[in-house]
Structures are given as C-alpha cells and as structure tokens.
C-alpha cells in the first residue's frame, strides 16, 4: 500500500522561506509525476506545482511562479517544495500527490500545516 508522509511546515514570517518535504513508500515512485497542492478551509483544493517522472519538468500555478521550487529525489522516494518569498495567502494544508496516469493508482499524504504571519 503507497503512503505519502510531508514535513517541514511551520509558522513563518511574511517573506520567509520553508521546504517541505514528501517521502514515498510503497510504490514505484520514479515512474510516478509528483505535484503538491495546498488546502485552505471553505476553498478548493489548489495544485500548486507538479513535476513529471519522465523528465522532471515542472509547472507552477501562476500564484507561486518565481516564489516556489519542486524538486525530486529518486533515490531518495522524496519530493521537495522550496518556498521563498512566503506570503500570508499561502496560508494552508500543503499535500503530497503522486499520479499514477490511467493504469496505477493515485496516492494523497495527510498534509503539512504551513501559517505565515504578517
């Protein structure tokens, strides 16, 4: 069974920086692309920023280009999000998302709480 385990949230200042991390288990997570999405109550889920397995390329929604990083570490089974530049509307669950495509399954993590203060 696949699991998803983020960390690194926390309680930061407006223009400070964090990196969560995602580590993977359970499944073969170098064939899977890899996204994280943020959660705050009473909105929609966000995606966030994604990168693929194939080639590792990556996007971004257009409220953390330039600010957020993803990176991923195969060996590892682990996927990171520099965030810099931190805002008090990034205020928000941060999960982990690992899509499998058509044929394998999809896995969510529980999420990481990341506050920043004005």
């Known amino acids: 069974q696949g699991q998803l385990v983020e960390t690194g949230g926390g309680l930061v200042e407006s223009g400070g920086s964090l990196r969560l991390s995602c580590v993977a288990s359970?499944?073969?997570?170098?064939?899977?692309?890899m996204s994280w999405y943020r959660q705050v109550p009473g909105k929609t889920r966000e995606a966030v920023a994604s990168?693929?397995?194939?080639?590792?390329?990556?996007t971004y929604s257009g409220s953390v280009k330039g600010r957020f990083t993803i990176s991923r570490d195969n060996a590892k089974n682990t996927v990171y999000l520099q965030m810099n530049s931190l805002k008090p509307e990034d205020t928000a669950v941060y999960l982990c998302?690992?899509?499998?495509?058509?044929?394998?399954?999809?896995?969510w993590g529980k999420g990481t709480l990341v506050t920043v203060s004005s």
């Open positions: 998302y690992a899509g499998g495509g058509s044929y394998l399954p999809a896995y």
């Open positions: 359970g499944f073969s997570f170098s064939i899977y692309s």
């Open positions: 990168i693929s397995a194939i080639d590792e390329s990556t």
